[in-house]
């Protein structure tokens, strides 16, 4: 089983019309979580897991190799790169990369399984 950490990457102090956003600490941490594996969840019941790869101008998210699931369903698609509107994200996780004993991280092809 894989662990997700929770990430606050949408909260209020970032919302599009936030002024000098390249000092902001959420700008910081966004930063930090560049090529990072994300679980995005949506209003319309999808998750999506993917490379996190930056986001544009208005917040709108970009995954690369992305899965696309729908809760309730088992299957998946592959969908590659997307680019998620920030209005309908509703949960953002980032994947924990645990370390092995000799202290490289984990490949995080482990996430699927």
Do not use: C
């Not at 902001?24 to 019941?45: G, M, V």
Request: proline share 4%.
């Amino acid at each position: 089983m894989t662990s997700f950490e929770s990430s606050s990457l949408l909260s209020s102090s970032m919302s599009p019309s936030s002024t000098d956003q390249s000092t902001s600490p959420s700008i910081t941490a966004l930063k930090s979580l560049l090529t990072t594996t994300l679980r995005i969840t949506t209003t319309d019941n999808r998750v999506f897991i993917g490379t996190f790869m930056g986001t544009d101008q208005l917040l709108n998210i970009i995954l690369v190799n992305t899965e696309e699931y729908i809760l309730g369903n088992e299957t998946s698609r592959f969908v590659g790169q997307v680019m998620l509107p920030w209005r309908l994200v509703l949960h953002v996780e980032a994947f924990n990369q645990q370390s092995t004993p000799n202290g490289k991280a984990k490949d995080d092809k482990s996430l699927y399984i």
